[in-house]
């Protein structure tokens, strides 16, 4: 399989160095490290927020640092946690004593460096404080969690925590915010193909030309349940409903959708995915205050999509829709 | 090739529902077309701004639509010009009286339907002015074209017409900035796969597993060299030398660049591509004023990238980095 890359032992740190080179009026790098924080890092008077994991999923996470989202992140190699030690250097980065909420995907490595790491910076008189996502309804456990992975609705909880630290909020107050988002939020993920890793060079799994996979991560893992290719309308439908079922909303209830594209999917597809799904949360008597479409945690070069509800309250509309000024993410 | 669509018939109409099942406070479609405007079409006092061209290029238009771009934006079927008829309704809807700009990418049907459109209006009463954007430095003539092919390079004549527009400037100062970036802007690309039609269901071009194709359009046509895959920073030497050759800057020039995805490109490549660009840029005493990297201009789902670089001075600086508010771009 091509890809437009070097050396693949060389793809993250070359990845990191070029968005450096594409924004160095908004992030920069920690010498040394795959860390990126923002570049006005720590932002005085304000919780820092920060996040991380592996590599492969951009515009995951370094996409959203900036003004109203995230002060740090650290990338891991391609699907791989970042260590604790580079996650101990962001945390003591962006501190401004006001403390720094951690934002943990829930995987198994990311949950226990996350937590070494946050043990190490509370040594040095920092306190932290931290969510773990785990937003995918599609398993109970998996091949790298137990508990439910955490996946797309992890930008959700960037974005009302860094709205929160924004407004001077204190760390019990970001944590209380981000938590809310994840106790009210659920996506599940679908494949028509497996992705295809740097070092490895071929697909993570098998699929037919016929087949797709329901229930899919976003490391190449695969999914719950195989199926016969089906139209996007019965794939929206699949996605929408196990969702929502696991949600349990009631009628007249306020939502924000995300169809999120997994790196190889254009555009195109990911609109005709959000139509069906509109009609559909109409049909459930549900509103929809927001709908974000596009790319915003991938896998690598997968084809595929993965849908995301979440209830909003009056709370969390006006943390969602707060200003924001990252890379991949800007709100006026 | 396993696609998110239904019938491949209904993929632009449901496409263009699903962008404002997403944005219903913005865009507005044009009943029984498949022409979207600004939802507050026509903003009074001001230029209109529209472009148009086949589908299958998203973002491109409709995702630029909004404060500080474009007023309308009309969809052909995939790979096809949209119809005078249409691109008539369109001119008429977002004109407020104060004339219409007409950004048309120079393909054959593009330029015929935009300029019958013209004079269709123009018999209503409604001033028009155009410019034709043939910013791929790849080939003389091609497949679609007389002259140069117009790809990604439009996205800033977008960014930069739309600015004046707002700024309240009459149709031919709208004109004249919008020409500037197009005599100072050009792009080359590269494939590593061809797309796949939704109609066709297979790949426009054949290309081998250790081939790539350099110099291709947007529309599934091939490119102007077949080679065997070279490494990132190969490609984006041979890019950029092409757009470089062909711009002649002086050192010391400012430069806007845009690392350009076609659709199936993983952002970690992007970001790979963009980190020799800047590099090779100051080997050439050129200094980026500013650096896009993401999916502007697609071609379905096609794997590879496209390198634009856009001279600009102070006034176009001032217009590229203005406030805009659209889906796929937003400045604050």
């Known amino acids: 399989m091509k890809k437009l890359i070097n050396d693949p032992d060389d793809v993250v740190d070359e990845m990191l160095d070029g968005m450096v080179a594409a924004y160095p009026d908004r992030v920069r790098r920690l010498s040394d490290t795959n860390v990126l924080v923002r570049e006005d890092a720590p932002v005085g008077g304000k919780v820092g927020v920060v996040s ?28 791989t946690s970042p260590t604790a030690d580079e996650l101990e250097e962001m945390v003591a980065a962006v501190d401004s004593g006001e403390g720094v909420l951690l934002v943990v995907k829930n995987y198994e490595g990311d949950v226990m460096n996350f937590e070494t790491a946050g043990e190490m910076v509370e040594m040095e008189g920092t306190e932290v404080a931290e969510v773990v996502v785990n937003d995918d309804v599609a398993v109970e456990d998996s091949l790298y969690t137990s508990g439910r992975r955490g996946v797309c609705g992890t930008i959700l909880v960037h974005k009302a925590a860094g709205a929160k630290a924004a ?50 991560g976003i ?103 707060a200003p924001a000024d990252t890379p991949a993410l800007t709100v006026r």
Chains 1, 2 share one sequence.
Not at 52 to 79: I, K, Q, R
Not at 252 to 259: A, D, F, K, N, S
């Open 167 to 216: 407004e001077g909020a204190d760390l019990d107050e970001v944590q209380r915010v981000a938590q809310k988002v994840v106790d009210n939020v659920g996506t599940m993920g679908m494949a028509l193909t497996s992705c295809v890793t740097p070092e490895k060079g071929e697909p993570t799994f098998d699929l037919g030309e016929d087949e797709i996979e329901l229930g899919i």
């Open 52 to 79: 991380g994991g592996g590599s492969g999923h951009e515009p995951t996470h370094a996409g959203y640092l900036g003004e109203g989202m995230l002060d740090g992140a650290a990338a891991g190699e391609v699907f």
């Open 219 to 321: 490391h190449g893992e695969p999914g719950v349940e195989r199926t016969d290719i089906m139209d996007a309308d019965a794939i929206t439908e699949e996605l929408t409903e196990s969702v929502l079922d696991d949600l349990d909303l009631d009628e007249g209830q306020e939502v924000v959708t995300i169809v999120n594209g997994m790196g190889g999917t254009p555009q195109m597809e990911l609109f005709v995915v959000n139509r069906k799904l509109q009609e559909l949360l109409g049909d459930h008597g549900l509103e929809t205050w927001d709908a974000w479409v596009g790319d915003y945690m991938t896998s690598l070069d997968m084809a595929g999509c993965s849908i995301t509800v979440c209830a909003v309250d009056d709370e969390l509309q006006e943390l969602l829709g």
